[in-house]
């Protein structure tokens, strides 16, 4: 299969604990808690300030994502928490054969182990089903538990990125890491 070509489809992923779904509308007010949360404002772009108009806007974003194929945005939710909003996971394509994920778990569902096994479902499926041959990962310098979570799922260090990352206005330099198939554990 051409990797420039993959084979795009709405989909739900699932290992059995951790469900990748689609929004719903109840979603919303939890959408607005995790993005307010300090740790999410500290290391990911989410606006700020962050309300219900700024959460509709991320919900357009994840169908646009979709409908026009560049990105492949889930929103995670557990078993133990009755199917709740638990952050959230994408992967952008290159439309070269390469994806970026980018991943944030609320507050509440922090620590378990959520955020890991959504990242081996989205390498899993984009490596599997897509036949991507890259999937990249960056963080800004210092965000040491995102750094063990692609660590734990197999990703090669690969070095820094000056001023890789905008955050609101700021330039970072960025941790940088590649899974190519084969590599995910
Ligand atoms: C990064 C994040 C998504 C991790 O979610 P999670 O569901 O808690 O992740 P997991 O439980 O799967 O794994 C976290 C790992 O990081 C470790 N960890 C957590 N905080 C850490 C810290 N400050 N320093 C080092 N390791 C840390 C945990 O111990 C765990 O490793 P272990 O299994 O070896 O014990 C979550 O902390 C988050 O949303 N942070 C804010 C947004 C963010 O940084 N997004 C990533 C942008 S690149």
Redesign the pocket.
Known sequence: MDPSEPRWERVELSDGRVRLRAPRDSDLDDIVA?CQ?P??V???SVPQPYGPAEAEGFLRIVEDGWTSGRAAIFFISTAEHDGRYC?AIDLRLDGEGGGEV??????W???????????RLVCRWGFDTLGLGRIE????VG???????AD?VGFVYEGVQRAKCHQRGVRYDAWVAGLLPGELR
Request: hydrophobic share 45%; proline share 3%; with cysteine.
């Open positions: 995790a949360d740790e999410a500290r290391w990911t952050g980018g991943f944030a778990v609320a507050p569902a922090r620590g378990s182990g959520v955020c890991t096994a959504a990242l990962w960056l963080a800004h965000n040491d538990a995102s750094r063990r979570v734990k």
